[in-house]
């Protein structure tokens, strides 16, 4: 496609529970990226991957949460043992396109009940 | 610590009501200053990026500009299409973008 997609757009999970996150990037945009957006706050990065190597994983609020890429393309962020205080806007953005820019996909809503 | 505050946090305008948003940057090693419009429940929009001070780039009703400390970004004569989430973003020196908590406008027709 066009664009960054991602998948679900939206997901409801009861506490305790893991998650899988998927991010389709931009044909051949090398860079991806993770961020987090809760209610209130800005953009927090997560991670960043090169092709399939994670360069960057700074953000990673825990060994909870961890992310793979394969094929240098698709990317699934992974968070185990949901809790409440990780419901939140995942957000996957792609690089390819000149130094630092990032183009953003829709989205997931995590809802941790 | 790399930091980026942008104000107002909120703005409301009148319909073709010109006005400014600022984004103040604290990044070492500054590899780019981005601005990006969010609307509600989407991803955010790329919208500009500038690289050195004095640099200025416009789209449509949008100017951007930038110094060695801040961004604007300008907004001529908005319309009520223009009401989103604005963010800034400070790329530093790593690969990741620090970003602001955004101004949110408001184009009353």
């Known amino acids: 496609g066009a664009g960054v997609s991602q998948s679900p757009s939206n997901k409801v999970t009861e506490k305790g529970k893991d998650v899988e996150l998927r991010c389709d990037p931009i044909?051949?945009?090398?860079?991806l990226y993770w961020y987090r957006q809760s209610l209130g706050q800005g953009l927090e990065f997560l991670i960043y991957f090169q092709g399939n190597s994670a360069p960057d994983k700074s953000g990673l609020p825990s060994d909870r949460f961890s992310a793979e890429r394969t094929g240098g393309s698709v990317s699934t962020l992974t968070i185990q043992r949901t809790q409440q205080e990780d419901s939140a806007v995942y957000l996957c953005?792609?690089?390819?396109?000149?130094?630092?820019?990032?183009?953003f996909g829709p989205g997931t809503r995590l809802t941790v009940t | 610590e790399d930091q980026v505050t942008q104000s107002p946090e909120a703005l409301r305008l009148q319909e073709g009501e010109s006005s400014s948003l600022n984004c103040s940057y604290t990044?070492?090693?500054?590899?780019?200053l981005f601005w990006y419009r969010q609307d509600p429940g989407k991803g955010p929009e790329f919208l500009f990026t500038?690289?050195?001070a004095g640099e200025e780039k416009e789209k449509e009703r949008l100017k951007a500009t930038l110094t060695k400390k801040e961004s604007f970004l300008h907004i001529t004569a908005p319309k009520p299409e223009d009401s989103a989430t604005y963010l800034c973003?400070?790329?530093?020196?790593?690969?990741?973008?620090?970003f602001g908590t955004g101004t949110l406008l408001a184009v009353q027709p």
């Open positions: 953005a792609t690089g390819g396109g000149g130094p630092y820019e990032q183009y």
């Open positions: 500038l690289y050195s």
């Open positions: 990044v070492s090693g500054l590899r780019g």
């Open positions: 973003a400070s790329g530093g020196a790593t690969n990741k973008l620090i």
């Open positions: 044909s051949g945009h090398t860079a």
